[in-house]
């Protein structure tokens, strides 16, 4: 009898160091921090999209009294510069974080083609309507469910038209120029629809060719053309035609985010929303203002810059509407229709 409650107790005692154990292992992984963490970005400050990162590093260090340290990796540096592996980088761990473009991953996630529809949202308003809304939060599930932690919206702006060769007002302005557009298939579309050569390269292969001529033109936000002196390799003329606009998305790979306490995720994502919203207000600075700044300057440099008026612009639409309605049911037709009535229904 003796024998056999000692048995017990020695049973009892295991189980309890058992149980110990487990919880020391969970509790240590669920605390353990790397000393550092790896953002990517595709361009570092002092651009919008750099600064996004950048404030996003910054709160996090000082929310978390530097329990989570981030260091910034611009150029896409940690895949080698190729923009539209970005997204599966995250997923695999090689990027644990990052603040990325919704044209960017789109190869990945069919859905994010709803922000690259031709002339789909015609103001900012439009814009927000949708990241703001329904539709926002329908495609951070659908990022979610693709294997990574979505946080809060920035903002790379509206891509605008620039070439070397002259004002493009109409369609047949585009004609045979060859146009650096991103990887992509839903712009290659677009520029042949319009009559152009589009050319699939990333920046840092697009800066040479427009330099030498081998490019006639690309198509970027704003900020990127003053930030770069775009003039500087033949870019002497601008369309401003708000066909596509690119939102940009704090996200966490998902191993790291469940490393963290629920406190610090709180906190992390938190400041992303803090730092999406002072992004999308370096964004739009110059842009919304009465008279457009940023126009004004670009001028300033020796540039052309062109205007559309309404009926310039619905020529474009016109054109480019057998490619809305061929990525329709690729973007899912649902959540277009979804689109189009959040926008319709927007308070300008």
């Known amino acids: 009898m003796k024998f056999r409650r000692t048995l017990l107790g020695l049973a009892a005692i295991t189980a309890v160091a058992t ?50 340290n981030i260091k910034l990796y611009p150029g896409v540096s940690l895949i080698q510069g190729d923009q539209t592996r970005e997204f599966s980088a995250l997923r695999q761990g090689v990027i644990d974080m990052a603040v990325g473009s919704t044209i960017n991953w789109s190869p990945q996630v069919k859905q994010l083609n709803l922000f690259s529809m031709p002339f789909l949202m015609p103001d900012y308003a439009a814009l927000d309507a949708l990241t703001q809304g329904e539709v926002g939060k329908e495609i951070f599930s ?136 002072q992004e999308i207000a370096l964004a739009r600075k110059g842009l919304v203002e009465a008279g457009k700044p940023v126009l004004k300057e670009i001028e300033g440099m020796g540039v052309t810059v062109t205007q559309l008026t309404p009926t310039e612009r619905d020529a474009f639409v016109k054109a480019t509407r057998p490619v809305y309605a061929k990525w329709k049911p690729t973007v899912g037709n649902d959540l277009v229709a979804k689109a189009e009535q959040a926008i319709a229904a927007r308070k300008q």
């Open 19 to 68: 149980v110990l154990a487990t919880f020391s292992v969970g509790a240590s992984a669920q605390t353990a921090y790397k000393p550092e963490y790896k953002m990517s970005l595709v361009l570092g400050p002092p651009t919008p999209w750099g600064m996004a990162g950048k404030i996003w590093a910054d709160l996090v260090k000082e929310r978390t009294q530097g329990r989570i």
């Open 142 to 277: 659908t990022i979610d469910k693709a294997g990574v932690m979505p946080l809060a919206w920035g903002e790379n702006g509206y891509r605008e038209l620039t070439n070397s060769k002259k004002a493009i007002k109409s369609p047949e302005d585009l004609k045979g120029m060859k146009i650096r557009v991103v990887g992509s298939p839903l712009f290659a579309d677009l520029f042949t629809a319009l009559g152009a050569n589009p050319t699939q390269m990333s920046w840092a292969d697009a800066q040479p060719a427009l330099s030498s001529g081998a490019v006639d033109g690309q198509e970027n936000p704003l900020f990127l053309f003053t930030v770069l002196k775009m003039q500087n390799v033949g870019q002497k003329f601008v369309t401003t035609w708000g066909y596509v606009a690119d939102p940009l998305i704090f996200v966490v790979n998902k191993e790291i985010w469940a490393s963290w306490t629920p406190a610090d995720q709180a906190i992390v994502k938190q400041a992303a929303v803090d730092a999406g919203k």
